[in-house]
């Protein structure tokens, strides 16, 4: 195991299926889970979109993979922050997006929130504190 | 190349995972388990249903330390580890039970 633990942030800008980056994502997410390293989530932009509940992807013929988010907490990803400015902007709220939790195992695996809504402000903060940023 | 499944054929890949998920039979996992000359018993059935589940769930195999934690919390502590399911598996749970639930490949799995 590698003593070295560096800040992964995954930047997600796209819309979920007009183009493949955020199924691309999601795939780099869930193999580099293996590795241990501190990872965390952004969505800004359209990539907003790729946590809306519901989804139905019935009309474009397309695998609907939103199923998979729920699956992060397994992966032990707890880290998920939603910028709020790119909500407002698309008349979304919180409520709009898939309730995604994960389970503490010091904490008699307890449920808790994944997503953090953050300001534009602290979302570049977030970029500059990262080692890593996979931007999809 | 297909199998023949009860004088059906399914369409597989060349790592001989199915091809439609939706095409499973529980007579999938029989057939493909002969063909390595395993004897598919409750215990196999558990973590074959349960891979079923979790895919139909989250629309993803899991990665073998997720299905790892799953299975202990599922079927008892004493089955929360690669040495178990090894054993069940020894081809390794991911490719081996996967396959036979009708899953497509894990990701990430080399």
């Keep these: ?136 | 190349m297909p199998i023949e499944v009860n004088g059906k054929s399914f369409e597989t890949d060349e790592e001989g995972y199915l091809a439609n998920i939706n095409d499973w039979e529980p007579g999938v996992a029989e057939v493909m388990s002969k063909e390595d000359d395993l004897d598919l018993t409750d215990e196999h059935w558990d973590i074959i249903n349960y891979l079923r589940e979790y895919y139909e769930e989250y629309q993803i195999a899991p990665a073998v330390r997720v299905l790892t934690k799953a299975v202990g919390k599922k079927f008892g502590k004493d089955k929360g580890n690669s040495k178990y399911l090894y054993g069940l598996f020894p081809y390794g749970p991911a490719k081996q039970a996967c396959r036979y639930a009708g899953l497509p490949k894990p990701t990430g799995c080399v």
């Excluded at chain 1, 800004?44 to 699956?71: E, H, R």
């Design chain 1, 1 to 136: 195991m590698s003593e070295t633990i560096k800040k992964f942030l995954y930047l997600n800008r796209k819309a979920p299926y007009g183009t493949i980056y955020a199924w691309e994502s999601l795939e780099v997410v869930l193999i580099g889970a293996a590795f241990d390293q501190d990872v965390s989530l952004a969505f800004v932009d359209d990539g907003v979109y790729q946590l809306i509940k519901d989804q139905d992807t019935k009309g474009i013929g397309m695998k609907n993979f939103s199923p998979t988010y729920t699956a992060l907490g397994d992966y032990e990803v707890k880290k998920v922050f939603v910028e709020k400015e790119s909500l407002e902007e698309r008349g979304l709220t919180l409520d709009d997006l898939q309730h995604l939790v994960w389970e503490d195992e010091d904490d008699d695996w307890a449920e808790k929130d994944s997503i953090e809504l953050v300001s534009r402000e602290e979302m570049t903060a977030l970029m500059e504190d990262a080692e890593v940023v996979f931007s999809f």
